[in-house]
C-alpha cells in the first residue's frame, strides 16, 4: 500500500457541486499538505496541517475547506465547484524535523 | 505573487547531454532548497536538497549549484538519460514558524532523446 492515498484518482463534477477529496497516511507525519498542479503555475499550496488542531490557509485558499479528521486523514472540499478548479490535486506529509516531503498520486479533478 | 522562479518551462537534451535548470528566489529567510521530480501519473519525489551554508552539493549525476548573492539556484544532471525525462520542481522554505511550508517553481518539463 502507498505511503500516502488520495481518493479518488480522477472526478469529473458539475459546476455547483460539492465535493471533497480524501489524503490517508501511514507514514505517522504529523504535517499535511495540500498543493493544487496547474501546467505553467508549478505547485501551490492550498491549506496545511502542522497537527490535528491545526490549520492553515496557503495562498490560494479560497473556495477551498479542509478538515484533518486524525492525524493520518486530511481532506480537501470544494464547497460549490467552479471550472477553474479544474486541476490536479496533491496531498504531502512531511515530518517536523526532516523537510522532505512524501507525496500522494494526486487527484485529477475536472469541473465542468 | 510568485516568489520562487523557475525557467526554462521545457528543455530537450540529447542522451549524454547536460541538462540545467535555473530557480531564484526573492525571499531572503528561505534557507533550504530541494528539488523535486515528477514522472507522469506520479506525485513529485524528493530529488536533492541544499541549504546556504554551502555552494555545491552532488549525488550521483545530480548537482545543486547555490549562489546566495543572487538569489539563485541551480540543477545539473550529467549524462542526461531517457529514464530522467520528467518534470522538475525547484522549492524553497524558510526557517522560524514557518519551517517546512515549501514554495515551489513552476516546473520543468525534461525530455531526454535516445
Known amino acids: 500500500d502507498a505511503d500516502v492515498t488520495q481518493t479518488p484518482r480522477n472526478r469529473i463534477t458539475k459546476t455547483g457541486k460539492r465535493i471533497m477529496l480524501e489524503c490517508s497516511q501511514t507514514k505517522g507525519h504529523d504535517r499535511m499538505y495540500w498543493y493544487r498542479q496547474d501546467p505553467g503555475l508549478g505547485l501551490r499550496l492550498i491549506y496545511y496541517?502542522?497537527?490535528?488542531?491545526?490549520?492553515n490557509k496557503g495562498e490560494i485558499s479560497d473556495g477551498y475547506s479542509v478538515s484533518r479528521q486524525a492525524q493520518a486523514k486530511f481532506s480537501l472540499s470544494l464547497e460549490s465547484a467552479i471550472p477553474n478548479q479544474t486541476a490536479l490535486y496533491f496531498c504531502?506529509?512531511?515530518?517536523?524535523?526532516?523537510?522532505?516531503?512524501?507525496f500522494g498520486s494526486g487527484t485529477r479533478l475536472t469541473v465542468v | 505573487q510568485q516568489q520562487v522562479k523557475q525557467s526554462p518551462q521545457s528543455l530537450i537534451v540529447q542522451k549524454g547531454g547536460i541538462s540545467i535548470i535555473n530557480c531564484a528566489y526573492e525571499n531572503t529567510a528561505f534557507d533550504y532548497f530541494p528539488w523535486y521530480q515528477q514522472f507522469p501519473g506520479k506525485g513529485p519525489a524528493l530529488l536533492i536538497a541544499i541549504r546556504p551554508d554551502v555552494s555545491e552539493k552532488k549525488e550521483g549525476r545530480f548537482t545543486i549549484s547555490f549562489n546566495k548573492s543572487a538569489k539563485q539556484f541551480s540543477l545539473h544532471i550529467m549524462d542526461s538519460q531517457p529514464g530522467d525525462s520528467a518534470t522538475y520542481f525547484c522549492a524553497a522554505s524558510p526557517g522560524g514558524t514557518s519551517y517546512g511550508k515549501l514554495t515551489f517553481g513552476q516546473g520543468t518539463i525534461l525530455t531526454v532523446h535516445p
Open positions: 504531502a506529509t512531511s515530518v517536523g524535523v526532516n523537510y522532505g516531503y512524501t
Open positions: 496541517s502542522f497537527d490535528v488542531k491545526d490549520i
